[in-house]
């Protein structure tokens, strides 16, 4: 598929006005999406867990306005008017009204809340935006109803990703490929797919309990991190590792070798940060408490032989992840020994999840 497939040749229905709800989760990802090209294509493939607890409930009202000159809409968080939110979604539409052309007919207000604290620190772009795209293409079902269940979702997709990258994970569940991967069938860098091949049992409901260490905004963004990529000297290694780490994956995901997916999971978690250590400027997202965590997570694995690991994002924060079966003695663990390091005790429990949700 390419972009043109997004364009729409006509509708067929016409809409005065009306409300769309959807619930979108946020994902973590295991091989990590660091550097993109020009309309946010990535510079790697990534893939990601689906989380199940950490999500964006966003409803989108629309009605049939007569200038059609400009987009119209207003935004509210949690209740809240929110004029600082406006210009990051109006970037949004104008990178998405050619495949959505009949956002500027409509006057919208979206309203949104997420299930996870504002200030945890937790990045909301990937379940906000992934739940924005899907309210507009429930908008776009209601002009054009033939619409199909999977290009609808491919185009949400699509939407999301040219919102924020990561976002285009947060459609589907439970692990979600976004970048082409020449070993993985069906990949795109256009959107995300659900990962096609075999998962084994031992990835069925993996725990992530993320750790909040700082729950500040932090001082560089993921997009100025990503820009950072373009001439940095390793780039083109990292990439390449990239494509290997995913492909080592795949025996991994079906065979449940959790020794091997620790490996390659911390050794993406930790070269995501190496990177922004080695870009000019550099710069350092981890806390003292971050490396605190890591090294506990380290000695508490040697001594139990359990197999827990740690990921990171583009921050202080941990996500230690775990299967299912090991619940009990692991939080038991991270309540003793870890949530010490956490600002004011704060974490999150969650674990892996199916997708997003329409709402009635
Ligand atoms: C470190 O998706 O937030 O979380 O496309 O600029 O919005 P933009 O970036 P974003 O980057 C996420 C980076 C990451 C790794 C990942 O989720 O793959």
Known sequence: MTEKDFIPKRYSESMEHGSVSWEAPSNIALVKYWGKKEHQIPANPSVSFTLKNCRTITRLDFSKKENQSDFDFEIYFEGNKKEDFKPKIKTFFERIVQYVPFLKEYKFEIHSENTFPHSSGIASSAS?????????????????????????????????????????????????????????????????????????????????????????????????????????????????????????????FAEGDLEKFIEIVENEALTLHSMMMSSRPYFILMKPNTLEIINKIWSFRKRTELPVCFTLDAGANVHVLYPEKDKVKVLEFIKNELVAYCENGHYICDSVGDGALKLK
């Not at 899907?134 to 699509?158: D, H, I, Q, T």
């Not at 979600?176 to 020449?182: D, F, I, P, S």
Request: proline share 3%.
């Open 128 to 252: 906000g935006m992934s739940a924005l795209a899907l309210c507009v293409m429930s908008l776009e079902k209601k002009l054009n109803p033939e619409m199909r269940e999977g290009f609808f979702r491919k185009k949400a997709s699509f939407l999301a990703r040219l919102g924020s990258g990561s976002a285009c994970r947060s459609i589907e569940g439970d692990l979600v490929v976004w970048g082409k991967h020449q070993e993985t069938r069906g990949s795109s860098d256009l959107f995300g797919i659900k990962y096609p091949d075999e998962v084994h049992e031992n990835f069925k409901n993996y725990q992530d309990t993320i750790l909040l260490v700082d729950k500040g905004t932090k001082e560089v963004s993921s997009s100025v991190g990503h820009n950072l990529m373009h001439n940095h000297p390793f780039a083109e290694a990292r990439f390449a590792q990239a494509h290997e780490n995913l492909a080592k994956l795949k025996p991994v």
